[in-house]
């Protein structure tokens, strides 16, 4: 057997192990040394693949692919930076625990650390943002090293899911010839003898008494708080609603939730808690003697603030798997058992009485009155009534991908009372603004109808994500909220008028993007909004909708009545001369 042979059917069994494995996607960067890997799974019939020249943009188009399916989606890529580049996105998927099997192709080890060209030291070149890391054996297709590979492939599968998901990485040293023979009839594994399965994995619940001790002390609270924060599981926000109406419990819940998009306006659902919240009276108000948090740590500032002013609360936070996602650090209690059962199991239990019936009233009482607030019309077109027309024209069952910065808060703010069903997403891992359009564009390759709520910065940051989408016919609109870059200096322009703001701060955050838009819809008034907002109707490919906001200040205040206490809401502005 030849080295081309060896070659062929070494790789060839671990792609095939990678698609008995559960895989169904590969993202290809192609180049000279991945050339074995990148050839094999594109001749697999059971793989899709998606040729994506830059590797940065290609691990996040897999990122955001693998959030969509909630399955382990490959990247391969050739050595040297082609792999560095795949870093921001691995970063992102080790905070948000996404599923990527990253596959670096590298110089064989008689050609490292000796100046030859295109190799730098990839071993365990992400460190601990990888869940497993392994140096690959060079090909050879002996009955040992085929069945080595296959259990690698499968292995790096399951890693890749096990627990907290996140990515694992391969590193595959190749010699020259890298030409796979394609013509060789086995390259495939025949049978399914020898390949070993690390699938079957059982669900963290409590025990019986643990349980029972669980519910006997959150029910006897007065005054009890279900926080949901980002999280991609749809049956563990159904769950959760179901038990809150059962308890009386307000749930706060993050627009990551889910809890807000199941496509039924629940009472028990307070979508407006981080407008509520900023009120230092009604922070004090609504102190809670509980709270138990699903999911990580919601986006809202305000609810920061809320829950360490309520230290003397008992908090619980549950966990699927393992981890310590508590940043206020407030003494908490951690429970690890896989939500969904867990409140399963909780509504099976009997209901106790309730021992503060306005307790849900109250926090009924101030959402409704925010929420009425916040869907006024304003007379001009705002960053808030864009997003509220938007989420009217979505179509149902779709996806919506937010970035990061304002573009999340906005969501945050106005994303109420909603009767639609979609799935939303975001990369909340890291919180960067890079990847953005590459994410959603990644997701929509999952068949899914897709739309982009970005800033303009986050949209200028990634353009070349727009690529894949136009290549593959992908189905996205975008929604570019263009205020000049100013989301990024409003914490700034806080601090100082600007007739004090000194040159280097407006340099750096102050007309970052002065270019215009020509070949985009452009949208400057609620006229022009509605009509443009029929694009996210599943009826074209890709749409760029602009709009062109002009900042100013528009602070509105809550009306004393419900409660007897007044609410800023969190749309203020900042006026064109930079005054407060």
Not at 319 to 329: I, M, T
Request: aromatic share 8%; net charge neutral.
């Amino acid at each position: 057997m030849n080295h081309t042979e060896h070659l062929t059917k070494y790789i060839g069994q671990f792609v095939d192990a990678l698609w008995r494995g559960g895989m169904t996607d590969v993202v290809i960067s192609p180049g000279s040394r991945s050339t074995p890997l990148a050839m094999l799974c594109t001749e697999h019939d059971g793989l899709n693949e998606w040729i994506i020249i830059d590797e940065r943009s290609a691990a996040f188009f897999a990122l955001g692919l693998a959030k969509q399916t909630k399955r382990p989606v490959g990247l391969i890529c050739t050595s040297g930076t082609a792999a560095a580049n795949y870093f921001p996105a691995i970063v992102e998927a080790y905070y948000s625990r996404v599923p990527l099997v990253v596959m670096t192709a590298d110089r064989p080890h008689e050609l490292r650390d000796v100046g030859a060209p295109q190799a730098i030291e990839q071993i365990k070149l992400y460190g601990d943002y990888v869940k497993w890391f392994q140096e690959m054996a060079l090909p050879e297709a002996t009955q040992g090293m085929l069945e080595y590979v296959r259990n690698k492939a499968v292995r790096a599968i399951h890693m890749a899911k096990e627990g907290n998901a996140g990515a694992v990485h391969l590193n595959f040293p190749l010699r020259e010839p890298l030409i796979p023979d394609l013509e060789m009839p086995d390259k495939w594994l025949e049978k399914q003898e020898g390949l070993s399965a690390f699938h079957t994995e059982g669900q963290k619940q409590l025990p019986a008494e643990d349980l029972q001790s669980l519910t006997n002390e959150w029910q006897s609270a007065s005054k009890g708080l279900f926080v949901c924060g980002p999280q991609p599981d749809r049956d563990l926000a159904a769950q959760l609603v179901k038990l809150a109406a059962k308890w009386g419990w307000p749930i706060l819940a993050d627009p990551l939730s889910q809890v807000r998009s199941l496509g039924g306006t629940e009472d028990v659902v307070i979508e407006t808690y981080d407008a509520v919240l900023k009120e230092p009276q009604l922070r004090e108000r609504f102190k809670p003697d509980v709270i138990v948090r699903f999911g990580a740590m919601p986006v809202s500032k305000s609810y920061l603030f809320f829950v360490k002013e309520a230290a003397s609360a008992k908090h619980y936070i549950v966990e699927p798997s393992h981890g310590h996602r508590e940043p206020a650090g407030l003494p908490s209690q951690f429970i690890y058992a896989d939500p969904v059962i867990l409140c399963k199991a909780l509504n099976e239990q009997p209901a106790l009485p309730k021992h503060h019936s306005q307790w849900l009233e109250q926090w009924q009482s101030a959402n409704q009155t925010a929420a009425g607030i916040l869907q006024q019309d304003p007379d001009i077109l705002t960053e808030g009534q864009a997003v509220r027309m938007m989420v009217d024209a979505l179509p149902e069952n779709s996806t919506l991908y937010v970035g990061n910065s304002m573009a999340i808060r906005d969501l945050d703010s106005f994303l109420v009372h909603n009767h639609k069903s979609f799935e939303v997403l975001a990369n909340r891992g890291a919180n960067g603004i890079d990847g953005m359009i590459s994410s959603g564009v990644g997701a929509a390759a999952a068949k899914k109808r897709v739309t982009l709520l970005l800033g303009d910065l986050s949209f200028f940051h990634d353009m070349n994500g727009l690529l894949a989408a136009k290549h593959y016919e992908l189905d996205v609109t975008i929604l570019l909220i263009n205020n000049n870059g100013a989301v990024s200096s409003r914490s700034c322009l806080r601090l100082k008028k600007a007739s004090t703001l000194k040159p280097c701060l407006a340099r750096l955050f102050i007309l970052i993007l002065a270019i215009q838009l020509h070949y985009m819809i452009l949208i400057t008034s609620l006229l022009k909004m509605k009509p443009a907002c029929s694009m996210l109707l599943p009826t074209a490919i890709i749409n760029v909708v602009r709009v062109l906001w002009k900042s100013r200040q528009t602070v509105k205040t809550m009306p004393r009545g419900t409660g007897n206490c007044g609410l800023i809401l969190p749309v203020r502005m900042i006026n064109n001369s930079g005054e407060i």
